[in-house]
């Protein structure tokens, strides 16, 4: 059915695990042909090594010639009716061949692709080129129709139909990001392409120093073979689908060309001349549209670069990465638009749209005299406010389902500078705007249970911008506790992106204290009533809703658990998070009325115990100190 191809280089220390996966798929109809390209450690004995136990597999050796040469020798030996392709150091999840399979010969589309996700240090996180363009399944359609596919240029998250790849006559160039121009033809050429939401490959970022190409990437080598790639797709979308291509322009432009100014504040002027030969001529052939769709901050860069500006170009892109770059934004033109002054950017390449969007921040969020108090900072993007003007504010909360709202009050603010604290513990001045509110709890005693979202909106003559209020998931405030409201609970909340919002809810327990002791978190608290079964703490998985049990104690109406960090499963997943409950014959979620957050190491994991949006415990597990 299937024909796996593996090419690998020195990975003796992840291709077995890559091997492995792919003999553990559920589609069990598949032959494997490792392509050994002239290892000089121990990869090649490895796969040898499972060819000897697995008679799918087969082993052939050639001298280092390149991933797209290796590639390329796979498929003349491939035999089957399908094509995938894995790299030597990734993993490929259980049921992602059968998916794939299953959905191409339910549709008989040419391509089916899916999902992937980054494997870094053991944990999954979301790749920003593939969590938009699958984020919803769609069957039978095409990169013309669905153009987030425009980001999907990788090999590996696909399996091709054997006839449709022969008829393309496809083949991989001889040269790092090898694939790119290979993948965007299939999207172009293909009949229809199936998209599957679900992950079907786990990409790995090393973490040794002589690491994967797409780690290498500020190398000259790795830049102009990105740069040929890039001009190749780019060719092939003008020719093919040439109404893509201002949507590829934009997204070449803000990653590609992102790169090549990074290389260049990196190098200086020992960066080959060639490499910045090859990034304007691709520039020279973008419209304005291409570029206006870029943000200004990366549009400013990626113009000092097509101009040949490098030096300057170095020093503004310290100031951007270091959030030090906010231009004043002002009402310029016929039109009165808005637009960014820099001394370097020509006006053609000035206007704001994208760019015009509040970002706002709470500072401080407590109880005083029975209302709860907030203060906060809202700014438009990173840019000086400062020709803005003043501005009127209106903050409200809004319920998430009903769409009904609370006005928490409105009024006039000027724009004033201001040191923010950000979540690394670093400090940044920042332009924007004060504001504050307080919440009386009695404006929601009407109300039932329900989700209420803080908003703010910011509005002037010719500017008119809405938001929720936010801020970083992990920095202060600290949520404050929950009160009682009649046979409710008021619980502040803040959701695991950093949105700020009023919860009410019921609840028959209550955490009343937790702390730790012996590398175990003691949570005790009061129930309102016994359930029919014996209690027992979950502690469920946010990503993929795996469970672990601890016994709860109960005396009276009194609880006590102890949960064994130690004993926290530690396999690979999204997000190493867990949502406490407590169940006897029936979830019940708790209320956490303590304020304490505790944090603590245990072999060599640290883990913060902190409020999720339901205004329960969660158990967050960070990087290692």
Known sequence: MLSVIV?????????????????????????????????????????????????????VRQHNMGPGMARNVGVRLATRRYLAFVDGDDVVPRVAFAKMV???????????????????????????????????????????????????????NKVFRRSFWDELRLAFPDRMYEDHPVTMAAHV???????????????????????????????????????????????????????????????????????????????????????????????????????????????????????????TLAKVFGEVESGAMQPLMRRAGPGRRWIAEHSRMPDHLAPLSGDLALTSRLLRLDWHEGRLHGEGRVSIGRFDAGAVGQVKLTIWLMERKSGARISLGHGTAFPTWSEIAWEDGS???ESGYHFAFALDPAALASHGPGHWELHVELRRPGLHLTGKI??????????????????????????????WGIRLSRSNAVVRECHVHDDRLVISGELGRRGDGEPVLRLIRRHDAEEIYFPVAVGGKAFTARVAFAEIDDSKHEEACWNLVLDQGKVVSLVVETAARPEVEVRGRRFLVDRNEEGGLMIREMGAS
């Not at 020195?10 to 492995?20: A, D, R, T």
């Not at 970083?472 to 803040?494: D, H, I, Y």
């Open 189 to 311: 050429r293909a009949g229809s392409v199936d998209v599957l939401r679900e992950v079907v490959y786990h990409w790995r970022q090393r973490d040794e120093a002589e690491s994967s190409i797409t780690q290498r990437k500020l190398e000259p080598d790795n830049l102009r073979d990105r740069l040929l790639s890039v001009c190749d797709a780019s060719r092939i979308l003008r020719g093919g689908a040439p109404r893509l291509a201002a949507a590829f322009d934009t997204d070449t432009l803000d990653v590609d060309m992102h790169v090549v100014a990074e290389a260049v504040a990196l190098h200086g002027d020992a960066l080959p001349p060639d490499i910045v030969d090859l990034a304007v001529s691709y520039l020279d052939q973008v419209p304005l549209s291409g570029w206006l769709g870029l943000p200004f901050a990366r549009r400013l860069l990626v113009h000092l670069l097509h101009t040949r500006q490098l030096d």
């Open 102 to 156: 299953a959905s191409l010969e339910s549709t008989g589309s040419d391509m089916a692709c899916g999902n992937a996700k980054r494997l870094i240090g053991g944990r999954l996180k979301a790749s920003w080129a593939h969590k938009d363009a699958f984020r919803v399944q769609r069957k039978r359609t095409h990169i013309t129709r669905h153009p987030l596919l425009i980001r999907d240029r990788m090999v590996w």
């Open 7 to 59: 090419p690998f280089h020195n990975v003796e220390k992840y291709v077995g695990e890559c091997l492995e996966s792919i003999a553990r798929q559920t589609l069990g109809d598949i032959e494997v042909i490792c392509v050994d390209d002239g290892s000089t450690d121990g990869s090649a004995a490895v796969a040898a090594a499972m060819c000897a136990v697995d008679d799918r597999f087969r082993l």
């Open 470 to 499: 936010g801020g970083p998931r992990w920095a202060p405030p600290a949520t404050p506790v929950p009160v009682r409201l009649r046979q409710l609970w008021l619980v502040p909340v803040r959701t695991f992106r950093g949105s």
């Open 427 to 429: 400090t940044a001045l």
